[in-house]
């Protein structure tokens, strides 16, 4: 079982001479959670690019990231499964609630309809299919945005500051219920936040960067 | 499969692909220009090295009549534009007032030059509008003065109709420029230390404005100093401004009459470098000038400030008033029945010059309309390849491409183009819609990019990481997710291309020979005519085939996202 999980051996990133990450290494296994912390510019979001694949070319990454065993440096991002969540939750704008959802879903599904309501009722959205998300609350926009990674059948999850945005009453119910989706998924979860509460909520290993 | 390196999936090929329509007509333009006034090229064929055209070039009567008034009317046409838009910005910026003129002005940096030229032209000709408002009672002239107003000899109707043209846009430009200069904060701190407004203002904000504003500033100083199509109804006559005297000789069926024209295209494009470096050394002087005011401590508040900012106002009203005057007196003239001087409106509107003008102006829209559309096309798709380019490779484009983009805006057209026309003919290539559509795009592809880029880079570069996270190819999020969001900014950007389409004239003019009718061309030749209501016909027709776009551009995304807020507030 040492395969499973996400594991980051060594990872350097700098760019123009600056070190923004020196030899992070961790092993986040299935359903655990990972929280990075840290003060902005220490290159917390750098970190979560460097996974996604998705790290602009002015950076150089050395070190090695596997997920479930899979090397995942010479995989293109779209091919990478792996899941992120921002904190501004970028539901697509031009886009209904139900288009959203569809967006992540694997074309072959079969009921793809069947599946959007069965999701969207699983986050008592029900009634919200036709809708502009625009007109969605910041809660619900936080609730689709999870739902539609999720769609998307990812093997490990990425938080980039998920809950700065939302007020506090709705944080500790938002946290709860990724923690506890993540968990029954088994995806191993990489968070990077400046908020101890996050940590704590996380319950899980803590590293400080900067 | 796609790639993430752009290199492997041909997207890199297309920021090539885009330098090479830029820079290839004008390299082959300006080859065409050079050998002829050596002595290349000739007619009959044979060549060899001669100055005979550089001759005939200095035996002209009125040359240096000529060069001087392209240099003092660029000069004095930029400075004023600069002038305005400058004191309407630090004066009023952030008022109510100025988001109002900006209102007015913005969409008449959509009007083509020809348009707008002989509106004014309409406007302040001893017979035109402001004579007859202001006649008998005012002037007591009950008949047209016979006065030389317009195409005076000393360039002064050109300069005031190319200031009317050019303030909107520099206005847009430094509007453009200004978000990085933080102007609010800079004029708190300013005004804090006692400063009025405009002087603060250009102390504290223009400096930083003024270097972005650099290229643009010196696109319309080349265009003030060499353009054919304001100059050919505004301009004097005898002698003409050096870009007209060119026009001149390449219009004219002896074709000896190349090598001279295209000796002047050089001369034309010494005067547009004598222009820049004159412009530049007055660049330095200003820098020099400001900095000693500043050491002095001048402050330039109450009643200096308040005089800056109203002659601001006045002017940009003005020039506003000028442009859309215009407009409406085309379109008045064109329904005009009997209209007496010093009558201020017709007695009757009647539909006649329509009826005997209108199927020919709705076959020459039809034909303008298509060149343009596929003009702003090609050039749409281009500048969105080059700019995903960019995107995929995550390096925005230095300062030599800005340059490349730059170089068919400055370089005058008057210089290449008839170079392009003489090679055309010597290797007696078609001169049909090809050579048409290809000079066009010369020019259409730099305001699409420039209109096009800021939105496209601005795209907050979260949603294609999502977009990857979700499984999407980078093409997906391309067709799925960027261009659907950025529908509003790709439909203006392909509206401004129509519109630089639209007015284009010395490209149509040349790269056909004459042969391909567009709105533009017709407009010109039935201004020589000098038919007021068929004029106004054929400008109005004109000025809506380049506007229409910019309503479409405007009016489609709010249908097409009438349920979707986010985007049309993003």
């Given at each position: 079982?040492?395969?499973?999980?996400?594991?980051?051996?060594?990872?350097?990133?700098?760019?123009?001479?600056?070190?923004?990450?020196?030899?992070?290494?961790?092993?986040?296994?299935?359903?655990?959670?990972?929280?990075?912390?840290?003060?902005?510019?220490?290159?917390?979001?750098?970190?979560?690019?460097?996974?996604?694949?998705?790290?602009?070319?002015?950076?150089?990454?050395?070190?090695?990231?596997?997920?479930?065993?899979?090397?995942?440096?010479?995989?293109?991002?779209?091919?990478?499964?792996?899941?992120?969540?921002?904190?501004?939750?970028?539901?697509?704008?031009?886009?209904?609630?139900?288009?959203?959802?569809?967006?992540?879903?694997?074309?072959?599904?079969?009921?793809?309809?069947?599946?959007?309501?069965?999701?969207?009722?699983?986050?008592?959205?029900?009634?919200?299919?036709?809708?502009?998300?625009?007109?969605?609350?910041?809660?619900?926009?936080?609730?689709?945005?999870?739902?539609?990674?999720?769609?998307?059948?990812?093997?490990?999850?990425?938080?980039?500051?998920?809950?700065?945005?939302?007020?506090?009453?709705?944080?500790?119910?938002?946290?709860?219920?990724?923690?506890?989706?993540?968990?029954?998924?088994?995806?191993?979860?990489?968070?990077?936040?400046?908020?101890?509460?996050?940590?704590?909520?996380?319950?899980?290993?803590?590293?400080?960067?900067? | 499969?796609?790639?993430?390196?752009?290199?492997?999936?041909?997207?890199?090929?297309?920021?090539?692909?885009?330098?090479?329509?830029?820079?290839?007509?004008?390299?082959?333009?300006?080859?065409?220009?050079?050998?002829?006034?050596?002595?290349?090229?000739?007619?009959?064929?044979?060549?060899?090295?001669?100055?005979?055209?550089?001759?005939?070039?200095?035996?002209?009567?009125?040359?240096?009549?000529?060069?001087?008034?392209?240099?003092?009317?660029?000069?004095?046409?930029t400075?004023?534009?600069?002038?305005?838009?400058?004191?309407?910005?630090?004066?009023?910026?952030?008022?109510?007032?100025?988001?109002?003129?900006?209102?007015?002005?913005?969409?008449?940096?959509?009007?083509?030059?020809?348009?707008?030229?002989?509106?004014?032209?309409?406007?302040?000709?001893?017979?035109?509008?402001?004579?007859?408002?202001?006649?008998?009672?005012?002037?007591?002239?009950?008949?047209?003065?016979?006065?030389?107003?317009?195409?005076?000899?000393?360039?002064?109707?050109?300069?005031?109709?190319?200031?009317?043209?050019?303030?909107?846009?520099?206005?847009?430009?430094?509007?453009?420029?200004?978000?990085?200069?933080?102007?609010?904060?800079?004029?708190?701190?300013?005004?804090?230390?006692?400063?009025?407004?405009?002087?603060?203002?250009?102390?504290?904000?223009?400096?930083?404005?003024?270097?972005?504003l650099r290229l643009p500033v010196y696109a319309v100083l080349a265009y003030?100093?060499?353009?054919?199509?304001?100059?050919?109804?505004?301009?004097?006559?005898?002698?003409?401004?050096?870009?007209?005297?060119?026009?001149?000789?390449?219009?004219?069926?002896?074709?000896?009459?190349?090598?001279?024209?295209?000796?002047?295209?050089?001369?034309?494009?010494?005067?547009v470098?004598?222009g820049l470096?004159?412009w530049r050394?007055?660049?330095?002087?200003?820098?020099?000038?400001?900095?000693?005011?500043?050491?002095?401590?001048?402050?330039?508040?109450?009643?200096?400030?308040?005089?800056?900012?109203?002659?601001?106002?006045?002017?940009?009203?003005?020039?506003?008033?000028?442009?859309?005057?215009?407009?409406?007196?085309?379109?008045?003239?064109?329904?005009?029945?009997?209209?007496?001087?010093?009558?201020?409106?017709?007695?009757?509107?009647?539909?006649?010059?329509?009826?005997?003008?209108?199927?020919?102006?709705?076959?020459?829209?039809?034909?303008?309309?298509?060149?343009?559309?596929?003009?702003?096309?090609?050039?749409?798709?281009?500048?969105?390849?080059?700019?995903?380019?960019?995107?995929?490779?995550?390096?925005?484009?230095?300062?030599?491409?800005?340059l490349?983009?730059y170089?068919?805006l400055i370089l005058?057209?008057?210089?290449?183009?008839?170079?392009?026309?003489?090679?055309?003919?010597?290797?007696?290539?078609?001169?049909?819609?090809?050579?048409?559509?290809?000079?066009?795009?010369?020019?259409?592809?730099?305001?699409?990019?420039?209109?096009?880029?800021?939105?496209?880079?601005?795209?907050?570069?979260?949603?294609?990481?999502?977009?990857?996270?979700?499984?999407?190819?980078?093409?997906?999020?391309?067709?799925?997710?960027?261009?659907?969001?950025?529908?509003?900014?790709?439909?203006?950007?392909?509206?401004?291309?129509?519109?630089?389409?639209?007015?284009?004239?010395?490209?149509?003019?040349?790269?056909?020979?004459?042969?391909?009718?567009?709105?533009?061309?017709?407009?010109?030749?039935?201004?020589?005519?000098?038919?007021?209501?068929?004029?106004?016909?054929?400008?109005?027709?004109?000025?809506?085939?380049?506007?229409?776009?910019?309503?479409?551009?405007?009016?489609?995304?709010?249908?097409?996202?009438?349920?979707?807020?986010?985007?049309?507030?993003?």
């Amino acid at each position: 079982m040492a395969d499973t999980g996400l594991q980051l051996r060594d990872v350097r990133i700098a760019t123009g001479g600056r070190r923004l990450i020196d030899g992070l290494s961790a092993h986040v296994l299935p359903g655990d959670v990972l929280s990075v912390m840290g003060p902005s510019g220490t290159g917390k979001s750098t970190l979560l690019a460097a996974i996604t694949g998705t790290l602009q070319p002015a950076f150089t990454l050395t070190g090695e990231i596997f997920l479930n065993g899979r090397d995942l440096r010479p995989l293109r991002p779209q091919h990478r499964d792996v899941g992120i969540l921002f904190q501004d939750h970028l539901l697509f704008p031009h886009l209904s609630v139900s288009e959203n959802l569809a967006f992540g879903l694997h074309p072959k599904t079969k009921d793809r309809k069947t599946r959007i309501a069965e999701a969207l009722a699983d986050i008592d959205l029900a009634e919200f299919a036709d809708r502009d998300p625009a007109t969605l609350s910041g809660g619900q926009r936080a609730r689709v945005a999870l739902m539609r990674m999720l769609l998307a059948a990812p093997k490990a999850l990425l938080l980039d500051e998920p809950f700065s945005r939302l007020d506090a009453a709705l944080r500790d119910k938002m946290r709860e219920m990724v923690f506890t989706r993540a968990r029954d998924l088994g995806l191993p979860v990489l968070m990077v936040t400046h908020d101890l509460a996050d940590a704590d909520a996380a319950g899980g290993q803590v590293i400080e960067l900067g | 499969m796609p790639n993430n390196t752009p290199s492997k999936t041909g997207w890199g090929i297309v920021p090539l692909v885009t330098i090479a329509l830029l820079l290839g007509p004008v390299t082959a333009g300006m080859i065409g220009t050079i050998l002829p006034a050596f002595g290349g090229l000739r007619p009959g064929g044979g060549g060899g090295f001669s100055l005979q055209a550089w001759r005939e070039v200095a035996a002209t009567p009125g040359l240096g009549t000529s060069a001087w008034l392209s240099l003092k009317t660029g000069l004095i046409s930029t400075f004023g534009a600069i002038f305005i838009s400058l004191l309407l910005v630090a004066g009023w910026h952030g008022t109510r007032a100025f988001r109002a003129v900006e209102q007015a002005l913005s969409p008449l940096l959509a009007v083509p030059h020809v348009t707008a030229a002989l509106g004014l032209a309409f406007l302040m000709a001893p017979s035109g509008w402001l004579a007859r408002l202001g006649s008998p009672w005012a002037t007591g002239w009950q008949r047209p003065p016979d006065l030389l107003i317009l195409q005076d000899p000393g360039g002064w109707s050109l300069i005031a109709g190319l200031i009317a043209k050019e303030t909107p846009f520099l206005l847009l430009m430094m509007l453009a420029a200004l978000p990085q200069a933080r102007p609010a904060e800079r004029l708190q701190v300013a005004l804090a230390a006692g400063y009025g407004r405009v002087t603060g203002w250009i102390f504290a904000v223009f400096p930083n404005v003024y270097a972005q504003l650099r290229l643009p500033v010196y696109a319309v100083l080349a265009y003030g100093i060499s353009n054919v199509d304001v100059a050919l109804v505004l301009g004097p006559s005898t002698p003409s401004m050096l870009s007209v005297q060119i026009l001149r000789w390449m219009s004219d069926p002896d074709l000896a009459l190349r090598a001279p024209a295209a000796a002047a295209a050089l001369l034309q494009l010494g005067l547009v470098i004598i222009g820049l470096a004159l412009w530049r050394l007055a660049e330095a002087a200003c820098g020099t000038i400001g900095r000693r005011l500043l050491w002095r401590g001048i402050r330039g508040a109450n009643r200096r400030d308040d005089l800056a900012r109203g002659i601001g106002l006045t002017l940009s009203i003005a020039a506003a008033l000028a442009v859309i005057g215009g407009l409406v007196g085309h379109l008045l003239w064109s329904f005009a029945g009997r209209w007496r001087f010093p009558d201020a409106l017709p007695e009757s509107l009647r539909l006649r010059t329509w009826a005997r003008h209108g199927q020919e102006i709705i076959d020459v829209s039809a034909g303008t309309l298509a060149l343009a559309f596929a003009a702003a096309l090609i050039a749409l798709v281009l500048v969105i390849g080059c700019l995903e380019a960019e995107h995929r490779r995550g390096r925005v484009m230095g300062r030599g491409g800005l340059l490349v983009l730059y170089m068919p805006l400055i370089l005058p057209q008057i210089t290449f183009l008839p170079g392009l026309q003489i090679l055309l003919l010597q290797t007696g290539a078609s001169m049909g819609w090809l050579p048409v559509l290809i000079a066009h795009l010369v020019f259409v592809l730099p305001y699409v990019f420039l209109s096009l880029a800021g939105p496209y880079r601005a795209w907050d570069a979260r949603y294609a990481t999502l977009g990857a996270a979700l499984n999407a190819s980078p093409d997906r999020v391309l067709w799925q997710l960027r261009l659907p969001m950025l529908l509003g900014s790709v439909l203006t950007a392909l509206a401004v291309g129509m519109a630089v389409s639209v007015g284009q004239f010395l490209p149509t003019l040349l790269a056909s020979g004459g042969r391909l009718p567009t709105l533009t061309t017709e407009a010109l030749a039935i201004a020589s005519g000098g038919d007021r209501r068929a004029i106004g016909a054929w400008a109005a027709a004109l000025t809506l085939a380049a506007l229409m776009p910019f309503v479409i551009a405007v009016l489609l995304p709010r249908v097409t996202y009438r349920n979707r807020r986010g985007v049309l507030d993003g």
